[in-house]
């Protein structure tokens, strides 16, 4: 069902949500500060906002894609906001996204923060998610029409549980990355061809360990951190085997240091018997 949806920001992730529901169908307000980046969604039938009080008069559902929260918040100033859903989609820490909310509700609307897990060219196509959290029936109104953005999945009342998701994806992210380069550099040492080492090797060979990850979420809920795959004292070892082997070959091991030092300290505490999942509680303490 077609829906009249405005879009604040119109960067490049806020051109990408316009266009998306646009081709999806539904009528389109836009604006950004900027008012030129708007041509081209005005060529394809989005209508052009002079203010953004214009634009949030204009629609039910009002998606904000902004640089910071701070932005949301001087673009939002003194705009009437009753009755509307406030959608912000702009990346943020669960404290602003808590504040937003309270803020939001205050003027009347009702609130949303979304997470988005995706680069714009992956709007509208396999693989996007949004994450969701704040007012379960706001999100179930206009749940259709998000949809056609990406995946829409909503993760909670507690309107700072989408961008603390956010963060927790990027930092598993983050983790993959490091660990990737610090192998490209033990094997730049020895001229073995990088592509061939990430394609066929690497690729394949983090696939598989991924699916080790399900069975810590299991151990840390269960509070029982024993093992049949290789526990601590075990990656200890592997650990100093892999920091004499970079030095070797003449590579810094410095990205995975910190890990390395953490299994120490869980060791020395007398849990070399425990599995990697125990590693969470020393970074609690
Ligand atoms: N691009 C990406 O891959 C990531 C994917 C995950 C989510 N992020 C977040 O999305 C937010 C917007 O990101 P973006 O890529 O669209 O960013 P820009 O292309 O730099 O556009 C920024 C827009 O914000 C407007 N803006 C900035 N400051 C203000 C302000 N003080 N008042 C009003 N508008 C402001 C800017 O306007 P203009 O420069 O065109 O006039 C753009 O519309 C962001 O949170 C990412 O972390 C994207």
Redesign the pocket.
């Known amino acids: 069902m077609s829906e009249n949806i405005s879009v604040?920001?119109?960067?490049?992730?806020?051109?990408?949500l316009a266009g998306a529901l646009l081709a999806a169908g539904h009528r389109v307000t836009v604006w950004?500060?900027?008012p030129a980046?708007a041509d081209p969604l005005v060529a394809r039938g989005a209508t052009l906002a002079a203010t953004p009080a214009e634009a949030v008069a204009a629609s039910p559902l009002v998606i904000a894609?902004?640089?910071?929260y701070?932005?949301?918040r001087?673009?939002l100033d003194g705009v009437p906001l009753r009755g509307r859903v406030l959608a912000n989609?702009?990346?943020?820490r669960p404290s602003e996204a808590r504040e937003s909310a309270s803020w939001a509700i205050e003027q009347g609307a009702e609130y949303l923060d979304g997470?988005?897990?995706?680069?714009?060219q992956m709007i509208a196509g396999p693989g996007a998610l949004i994450l969701y959290s704040g007012e379960r029936a706001a999100f179930d109104r206009h749940e259709q029409a998000l949809a056609a953005l990406a995946e829409p999945r909503y993760v909670g009342e507690d309107p700072g549980m989408a961008p603390l998701l956010?963060l927790a994806m990027l930092t598993g992210m983050y983790g993959q990355f490091v660990g990737a380069l610090e192998a490209l550099a033990l094997v730049r040492s020895a001229k073995f061809p990088l592509t061939e080492f990430t394609t066929d090797l690497l690729v394949p060979w983090l696939n598989a360990m991924a699916t080790l990850q399900p069975a810590w979420a299991q151990a840390l809920e269960a509070g029982d951190h024993r093992t049949e795959v290789s526990n601590l004292e075990v990656n200890r070892a592997g650990m100093e085997n892999l920091e004499r082997a970079f030095t070797e070959q003449g590579v810094r091991l410095d990205l995975l240091l910190p890990v390395k030092a953490l299994i120490e300290r869980r060791v020395a505490k007398g849990l070399g018997h425990e599995g990697l999942s125990g590693l969470v509680l020393e970074l609690e303490d």
């Open positions: 604040l920001g119109l960067g490049l992730m806020g051109s990408a950004n500060r900027t980046k894609c902004l640089l910071d701070a932005s949301v001087e673009v989609l702009t990346t943020g997470g988005i897990m995706a680069v714009p956010d």
